[in-house]
């Protein structure tokens, strides 16, 4: 399947999602990602990038104190197990699987089709087999090539090549993934580096899963990590969350602490509707995560428009700097979410009090609420992960 470089800005439900698309729109090259560019860009790579890198394999000696020993990169490795065997199996071919390409597909599309008379049954259906495999949020929205990726990456050579997906794919099915709240409050730390891991190769199985469930049932389905399209635009627009200053999706069943797979296919589906809930208009009075991010990588103000290389071009939004905020990972030699932690919206909307406090976030009572909010999302250390729990 082939697209246009660029899509005519004015789309049905953008103003729901709050998505601002301008007439300078275009599609984004992947080839431009800040993780890809550490690989080819010498204004991104360094011994630090390189090192960075290296620490994934154990390759890099642990050289910090409390949360950088050779235990918590151990974990934070093992938690990319499964990841790791699916991003690795395509390499010679360039194609750096759930990355730089969708996932190859492990099962065939069954001769014969399963009737749906009721895509919004069969939407039902679909979000219940997700919860089955591990999803713990699942949206459908549209098929909106706009934020599909112009051009995929070969790593062989980190050149451009084609983005292609079957003919006449219909819906994405995202999925939201847990991080870990215990780990998230010790970033930045190796350690803390797990949680991201771990839901890494959550969603590599879940995706894997039920894709091929889909193709069981004689549809295609195409299994998409990072690859392919950028994930947060479809996951607004599948109605689990709104776009916060951090980066983030907010969701109001775990805040930012979430990581996304999507499916695109041709099963027939209805698609849910995005409801904007107030995030915008607390972010517009909360800092908190760009107060706290150590190379202030993320933005003050209202949203804009950047011409930044590792940014899309032509949607009004909160963009960080992304060559401040990796040359940060590469120094520590792990991820850092720092401003997810500091997130108000990092909460466990299970309990009570926290649901309560969501409430009034959402409300014209906001600043009350940010002020309740003023002593959270301190660092833990992450040597009290480690200690067994008192009982």
């Not at 010498?42 to 235990?71: I, L, N």
């Not at 803390?192 to 894709?211: C, D, I, K, N, W």
């Amino acid at each position: 399947m082939s697209y246009p470089s660029n899509h005519p800005p004015n789309r049905d439900g953008d103003a729901a999602a709050g998505i601002e698309v301008t007439p300078e729109f275009e599609r984004f090259t992947q080839r431009n990602d800040i993780f890809t560019r550490a690989f080819w860009d010498p204004t991104v790579r360094s011994k630090q990038t390189d090192a960075f890198f290296a620490s994934y394999r154990m390759e890099a000696t642990p050289r910090r104190g409390d949360g950088f020993t050779q235990r918590d990169f151990a974990l934070r490795n093992a938690s990319w197990l499964i990841s790791d065997l699916i991003s690795d199996r395509g390499g010679d071919s360039g194609m750096r699987e759930g990355f730089q390409a969708p996932i190859v597909n492990d099962t065939p599309v069954a001769p014969m089709q399963h009737a749906v008379e009721d895509p919004s049954r069969m939407a039902s259906e679909i979000k219940r087999i997700a919860k089955f495999f591990g999803a713990d949020l699942c949206g459908i929205t549209d098929m909106d090539d706009r934020w599909l990726y112009a051009t995929r990456v070969d790593t062989r050579d980190y050149a451009e090549a084609p983005n292609d997906l079957p003919d006449g794919m219909t819906s994405v099915i995202v999925m939201g993934h847990q991080m870990e709240e215990e780990l998230v409050a010790t970033y930045p730390s190796a350690l803390a580096g797990a949680a991201t891991g771990r839901e890494y190769s959550h969603e590599a199985a879940v995706v894997m899963q039920l894709a091929a469930y889909i193709r069981n049932l004689g549809y295609e389905a195409t299994a998409s990590m990072n690859d392919t399209g950028l994930v947060i635009p479809y996951a607004i627009k599948a109605g689990l969350g709104e776009y916060a200053r951090n980066q983030m999706v907010i969701t109001p069943e775990f805040g930012p602490r979430l990581r996304f797979s999507k499916i695109f296919t041709n099963l027939p589906l209805t698609h849910d509707t995005p409801e904007p809930l107030g995030v915008r208009a607390f972010c517009d009075i909360c800092t908190k995560c760009a107060d706290a991010c150590p190379v202030k990588a993320l933005p003050y103000g209202p949203p804009e428009t950047t011409d930044a290389p590792s940014a899309i071009k032509g949607v009004r939004k909160w963009t960080s700097d992304a060559e401040k905020c990796f040359g940060f990972w590469a120094k520590l030699s792990s991820d850092c979410a720092i401003c997810m932690r500091v997130c108000p919206f990092n909460r466990d909307f299970a309990k009570w009090q926290h649901r309560l406090w969501l409430r009034l976030a959402l409300s014209p009572w906001r600043k009350l609420a940010l002020w309740l909010d003023r002593n959270r999302g301190q660092r833990r250390k992450p040597a009290d992960w480690w200690s067994p729990k008192k009982t």
